[in-house]
């Protein structure tokens, strides 16, 4: 970024946080927190700040201009010590659903990473360590598009269905967020979570995600000698349930195709008895009536519904007890998009690319290097290649930030 588009996006951010209209949504007991920005311009992360109140850190928001907020998921005793001496006493159960790690069609094409160390490239998710280097850095080039965030999404909502049915949370002690960036946070700041430690709370990602979940029954498969008829009893509730829902969702609607890939050999049986497996093994739990399927058939597809199934969060986040997690309302250096509060119900509806949109007025000219399609605050721009355009304020921070495109100076 070249010192005056960096000017330019500072400037914005200024503006918006010394605008009266500007919201910030605290988190709950703001006084037991802790606050960490990044600065723009040294790119240091300042932390161990703390406030009494938010108007304290509005106007402090407005001094620093920082790139980016956060606030602790903890609450503390003396959040502005350092650490071992902040008094933990508890934290909020967060959740991070992130495009970064949802496997998309589209990130192959939006998505490269190059390993910090050996300049070894690739395109896709970034992998955990270097093919060749087996270093853990690397400089990520990734897009807000429009497809990952409706995985994200789709993630989100299954998320918040297992939070909502198996855990017994209500819609009110949800807070669901857009990211700012490339997904979406849900945040349970009730009394029945707060002191949680790691371990239990590795034991809800672990169920969210599936992880550990024994679909066969082993004891009662050695005891039938391999015929299904008690190998699998699944009642109507909890995983339980959403296997059985999505095992017939999935034979519904299963083509050969979908059956092979999921590894099943005599798909012509099982396409051929649909309506029959679908009643006396799915409903009636008769799972070996039906000729030439198999225990093996139903574990492959259950296996397969459990992945369809389970949210895909970024686990560190609701493990790590002293997480740090972004702000409500603040902007992402990023993207220029704030993170946008909406009430569970509005999942489906809610519209990043509008909603989202900090920077309302203005136009100014920028060259973009490189940016594909995009929508934003109602408009469609690009795909741009090495070319001079005039840009709406928004659009033109969200290239900025991106690092594809400079403001042309005049
Ligand atoms: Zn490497
Ligand atoms: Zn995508």
Partial sequence: MTLFSQDFVYEKFSDFYNSSSTEISPPALIGQREFAFLLFKERIMVRHKGFANINDLKLLLGETVPSDVYHSCAYYENPETEMDKKGWLGADLVFDIDADHIPTSCNKIHDEWTCSK???????????????CEDQRFDTKTWPCELCLNSAKEETAKLIDMLEKDFGFSSKEMRVFFSGHRGYHVHIESEAVKTLDAMARKEIVDYVSGIGLAILDEEAKERSKGRSSHVF????????????????NFLLKATKEDLRNVGI???????QNKEAILKRCLEEGRWNSVKGISVETWTKIAEHVKNLESAKIDTVVTTDIHRLIRLAGTLHGKTGLRKVEFPVKR????DPFKEAVAFKEGVVKVFVSDAPEFRLGGNVFGPYKSQTVELPTAAAVLLICRGRAEVVVK
């Fill in 118 to 132: 050996c300049g070894f490239s690739g395109k896709g998710i970034t992998p955990e360590t270097c093919p060749i």
């Fill in 233 to 248: 009893s699944l009642h109507d509730f909890s995983w339980n349930r959403r296997l059985k829902l999505g095992m017939q």
């Fill in 265 to 271: 050999k005599n798909y012509v049986a099982v396409l």
């Fill in 347 to 350: 999942l489906e509806d809610f």
